[in-house]
């Protein structure tokens, strides 16, 4: 996540959405969400997931194809 800033940005501008992702529903939901994806991320590097299974398939694929 990324925010661009005026140099001459004050600090009541930046803390409010600041305590709402570190506090707040919306950033536990974002911190959920974070997580869900890694799991997902960590799935396909590890040999689990649907990326990994389908380049298995389309290896398979090529083989028989000899």
Do not use: T
């Not at 996540?1 to 939901?29: C, F, Q």
């Amino acid at each position: 996540m990324g925010m661009e800033v005026s140099p001459d940005v004050k600090r009541d501008e930046v803390e409010g959405p600041v305590k709402k992702i570190l506090d707040g529903d919306e950033g536990m939901k974002m911190r959920a969400k974070a997580k869900e994806w890694k799991n997902v991320k960590d799935m396909d590097i590890h040999g689990k997931g649907s990326s990994y299974n389908n380049f298995e398939r389309l290896i398979e694929a090529l083989q028989c194809g000899k």
